[in-house]
């Protein structure tokens, strides 16, 4: 049974710490604001392949020769057609398409007769320079095609060349207006946990040791999981708070909605930010100076936070054994759900497995921190 008095004090004792670090308090709380506005406004990505699903509503000759041609191409994976528009909304729903085509009953007929032949092109708008680039594809594909087919049926010196035979109807979900923002926020705050979590927490138990304190609490009556909850619950709430505030600050500068269910989002947050401070107390436990576990930190979690979760990079572009080592970077599953939680108001069900994650987790690391710390120092348990 934990002693909450104890984990009481030793919260109260690291929040004292906390007032007479101004400096700390500072990057904590206006380092996560510089983010927000500096990558808010200057960020722009880019993109390689893109997940193509097709309802096609005629099965027609020429519909399978389009679709050949996206597939064909450098720049579309095919995941499959589709049975109606339920199926089509789930699939981009879920993620499993970004980009969806449908064709109407008369594309055929409208495009031998000469007319414009429309096509309907559904693309998830969430991350907004991702959707521009997925239509330029699309219509580069779609003007090859054309222009090959028109060949086909007039003569490779006919002066009907220069039609456009098809009409591309081009329709973006979650982010019409394709604002790069509403892609970047939310991933912003996958970072500023990170920053405010591990590596804060990071410098706590390490500091005890630089200032030998640490034989002191470990003579103390104290169990080793209350004195490492009592260390991370202050830094839970400052993550907590200011992933709180980039959500608000999201909302009112950029425009971010929250379109799916707020406790989710809360429950999202609390348990990357157990995980981030999960990392922060065994970087801490593992090492002998405040530099050596700041640059712990940096490794195995902030770098690859960045690099790897899909917030600036996307994984799909990524080689096949690059994307394996992304599945250990808790980001990129916060950041699948904080996106369709905000953008796309996904329930639970969709995400389940990416909640499971980050509580596996952070208990793995927080294990391991409490059977090191047990085995480095002596302590009362």
């Avoid at 004090?9 to 206006?30: I, N, P």
């Avoid at 000469?114 to 580069?140: F, K, R």
């Avoid at 080689?319 to 639970?348: C, D, E, H, S």
């Amino acid at each position: 049974m934990l002693n909450w008095g104890i984990i009481k004090a030793v919260a109260k004792k690291e929040l004292r710490h906390l007032k007479r670090e101004t400096r700390m308090l500072f990057v904590v709380f206006v380092f996560p604001l510089f983010l927000l506005v500096v990558f808010g406004y200057a960020i722009n990505l880019d993109v390689k392949h893109i997940r193509l699903a097709v309802l096609d509503f005629e099965k027609s000759k020429e519909t399978r020769e389009f679709v050949n041609s996206l597939i064909n191409s450098e720049y579309f994976d095919f995941v499959g057609y589709l049975d109606n528009y339920v199926e089509l909304r789930k699939y981009l729903d879920e993620g499993k398409a970004q980009m969806c085509i449908v064709f109407p009953k008369d594309f055929s007929r409208k495009l031998i007769r000469g007319e414009e032949a429309p096509i309907q092109i559904l693309i998830d708008g969430v991350n907004g320079n991702t959707s521009s680039i997925v239509y330029n594809y699309s219509n580069l594909v779609a003007n090859i095609y054309s222009l090959k087919f028109l060949k086909d049926i007039y003569g490779a010196s006919s002066s009907r060349l220069n039609l456009t035979p098809f009409e591309l109807e081009p329709r973006f979900w979650y982010n019409p207006e394709l604002k790069s923002s509403r892609f970047l926020v939310p991933g912003l705050i996958g970072i500023i946990i990170i920053l405010t979590g591990a590596i804060t927490v990071s410098l706590s138990i390490v500091r005890e040791k630089e200032r030998n304190t640490i034989e002191q609490i470990n003579l103390a009556p104290i169990r080793t999981v209350e004195f490492l909850i009592g260390k991370i619950l202050p830094y839970l709430a400052l993550a907590f708070v200011n992933s709180i505030l980039v959500v608000l600050l999201g909302n009112l500068i950029f425009d971010v909605p929250l379109k799916g269910n707020f406790l989710l989002l809360i429950l999202a947050i609390l348990l990357y930010i157990y995980a981030a401070v999960s990392i922060g107390i065994f970087s801490s436990v593992v090492s002998d100076s405040q530099l050596v576990a700041f640059l712990l930190v940096v490794v195995i979690s902030v770098l690859p936070s960045m690099l790897l979760s899909g917030f600036i990079f996307p994984i799909e572009s990524m080689p096949l054994v690059i994307q394996l080592i992304t599945n250990l970077t808790p980001a990129k599953f916060f950041l699948t759900i904080i996106r369709n939680l905000l953008l796309k108001g996904t329930g639970f069900f969709s995400l389940w497995q990416n909640y499971l994650y980050l509580l596996i987790y952070g208990s793995v690391f927080l294990v391991m921190s409490v059977v090191l710390y047990k085995k480095n120092f002596r302590i009362v348990v």
